[in-house]
């Protein structure tokens, strides 16, 4: 496990996550309103502990190689992760996924905390391209991939721990397309 850039926003702190920020996390994490917009995959009821096991056995094994995982802090409150950005190189199809507390929605802290890890993954991990997803609905998600610049390229079928989520966005967006759109 190597260590994960610190990344400082305008009003925001990302580091990489730690075995110890698993209560912080799954404080915020384990609402259906946040969990309902992620892959079925994800349990619902949201089981107690389930974030510390998620990090032991998905996340900190491949941190820095395979996968990188961002924890979101507010600056003024560097105790308490508000959401996080995960990246990870085998695109399944996506190469990112993200969440945030539902207290902090709608004010954009989503978009500014994940524009220094695009830039990490083109210019420092070598990534040519990113895919991202997003369940067809969640607007906000949506959102954020027009706001970085990315390009939509379909919809398909997917499952959610919504059930009424039934299909997935995807899009693309290229190391080209992060420069240029980045220089506007």
């Given at each position: 496990?190597?260590?994960?850039?610190?990344?400082?926003?305008?009003?925001?702190?990302?580091?990489?996550?730690?075995?110890?920020?698993?209560?912080?996390?799954?404080?915020?994490?384990?609402?259906?309103?946040?969990?309902?917009?992620?892959?079925?995959?994800?349990?619902?009821?949201?089981?107690?502990?389930?974030?510390?096991?998620?990090?032991?056995?998905?996340?900190?094994?491949?941190?820095?190689?395979?996968?990188?995982?961002?924890?979101?802090?507010?600056?003024?409150?560097?105790?308490?992760?508000?959401?996080?950005?995960?990246?990870?190189?085998?695109?399944?199809?996506?190469?990112r996924g993200f969440w945030l507390a539902q207290d902090h929605w709608g004010k954009g802290y989503m978009t500014e905390a994940v524009n220094p890890v695009l830039e990490y993954a083109f210019n420092d991990l070598g990534f040519e391209k990113l895919v991202f997803a997003n369940?067809?609905?969640?607007?906000?998600?949506?959102?954020?991939?027009?706001?970085?610049?990315?390009?939509?390229?379909?919809?398909?079928?997917?499952?959610?721990?919504?059930?009424?989520?039934?299909?997935?966005?995807?899009?693309?967006?290229?190391?080209?397309?992060?420069?240029?759109?980045?220089?506007?």
């Amino acid at each position: 496990m190597s260590q994960l850039p610190e990344f400082e926003t305008e009003r925001l702190f990302l580091r990489g996550v730690k075995l110890s920020d698993a209560e912080s996390y799954e404080k915020n994490f384990a609402h259906y309103e946040v969990i309902q917009h992620l892959s079925h995959h994800v349990p619902w009821p949201y089981p107690q502990g389930a974030v510390k096991s998620f990090l032991e056995t998905m996340v900190l094994p491949e941190l820095g190689t395979e996968r990188w995982l961002w924890v979101i802090f507010l600056k003024e409150n560097r105790n308490e992760v508000i959401g996080c950005v995960d990246l990870w190189r085998k695109g399944v199809p996506e190469n990112r996924g993200f969440w945030l507390a539902q207290d902090h929605w709608g004010k954009g802290y989503m978009t500014e905390a994940v524009n220094p890890v695009l830039e990490y993954a083109f210019n420092d991990l070598g990534f040519e391209k990113l895919v991202f997803a997003n369940a067809l609905g969640n607007a906000r998600s949506r959102r954020i991939k027009e706001k970085t610049g990315a390009t939509f390229l379909e919809t398909q079928p997917a499952r959610f721990v919504n059930p009424d989520y039934t299909e997935h966005e995807l899009w693309e967006l290229t190391k080209k397309n992060w420069m240029e759109f980045k220089s506007r």
